[in-house]
Antibody, heavy 118, light 106 residues
Framework: QVQLQESGPGLVKPSETLSLTCTVSGGSISNYYWSWIRQPPGQGLEWIASIFYTGSTNYSPSLKSRVIISVDTSKNQFSLKLSSVTASDTAVYYC????????????WGPGTLVTVSS | DIQMTQSPSTLSAFVGDTVTITCRASQRISDSLAWYQQKPGKAPKVLIYRTSFLESGVPSRFSGSESGTEFTLTISSLQPDDSATYYCQQYNIYSTFGQGTKVEIK
């Protein structure tokens, strides 16, 4: 059974760059699409970006100008960078694996809370 | 962007009741609609995909249907364990989630 685990700083200062990594275990990162999704405290879910193991990417139009998603197949990891963060970027960030049907998320990490504050 | 409008935002019902949650898409999304259940502090879990296909292990009291751009999640014979927040998601073009429906047991 594939497992995902997010890691990265839990506190980021305003205007800085949020960086997170998702480590995949129990299976290869190859042959699948992977995504980042976030959820502000007490609010709904927002898809951020996705990447294929080959490096092909898709971004949410609303966040595209600030987001970079990348993959490292040698480490079975993919990563997220979100620049120029503000308090509104405070959220639980999840990584997830797509199914063959598309941007449908069957496997999720437990999530990591990132707080933007000085 | 495809917008998903979900209603109601909260609902309260008794054990054994049948409840419905509705999601309307701003444009046609084929059958690319999923329903997720999320409990506090946990990642969402897929209940239904392709509008009406039940994910493995999900109780049969959960069902999905559609009429045009309106999609419905029905929970028959509501159980205490069904207390959670439910989200619809379109995955026809990228991904968009509904605002969520919090289901409470009276």
């Amino acid at each position: 059974q594939v497992q995902l685990q997010e890691s990265g700083p839990g506190l980021v200062k305003p205007s800085e760059t949020l960086s997170l990594t998702c480590t995949v275990s129990g299976g290869s990162i190859s042959n699948y699409y992977w995504s980042w999704i976030r959820q502000p405290p007490g609010q709904g879910l927002e898809w951020i970006a996705s990447i294929f193991y080959t490096g092909s990417t898709n971004y949410s139009p609303s966040l595209k100008s600030r987001v970079i998603i990348s993959v490292d197949t040698s480490k079975n990891q993919f990563s997220l960078k979100l620049s120029s963060v503000t308090a509104s970027d405070t959220a639980v960030y999840y990584c997830a694996r797509h199914t063959s049907l598309g941007t449908l998320f069957l496997f999720w990490g437990p999530g990591t809370l990132v707080t933007v504050s000085s | 962007d495809i917008q998903m409008t979900q209603s109601p935002s909260t609902l309260s019902a008794f054990v054994g009741d049948t409840v419905t949650i509705t999601c309307r898409a701003s444009q046609r999304i084929s059958d690319s609609l999923a329903w997720y259940q999320q409990k506090p502090g946990k990642a969402p879990k897929v209940l239904i995909y392709r509008t009406s296909f039940l994910e493995s292990g999900v109780p049969s009291r959960f069902s999905g249907s559609e009429s045009g751009t309106e999609f419905t999640l029905t929970i028959s014979s509501l159980q205490p364990d069904d207390s959670a927040t439910y989200y619809c998601q379109q995955y026809n073009i990228y991904s968009t989630f509904g605002q969520g429906t919090k289901v409470e047991i009276k």
